[in-house]
């Protein structure tokens, strides 16, 4: 993707699904550290997850996940 006057930059993608009570000390965290103030810095999207199923156990829900 083009960036200011037409520099590429890097692009990386990270999926983290956290307990609600977790998501604003991660989305801070994860602010901090890519941080510069500068274009390209990226962008945090936030979205509920419906449901999770671990496939081995069939286990559901947030024990899916712990």
Do not use: C, H, W
């Not at 999926?15 to 901090?32: F, P, Y």
């Amino acid at each position: 993707m083009l960036g200011e006057k037409g520099k590429l930059y890097p692009k990386r993608m990270l999926t983290a699904v956290v307990t609600d009570d977790q998501v604003e000390e991660v989305v801070e965290a994860i602010t901090k550290v890519n941080q510069t103030g500068k274009p390209g810095d990226g962008k945090i999207f936030v979205l509920p997850i419906g449901d999770a199923v671990r496939v081995r156990t069939s286990e559901a829900g947030e024990q899916a996940i712990l």
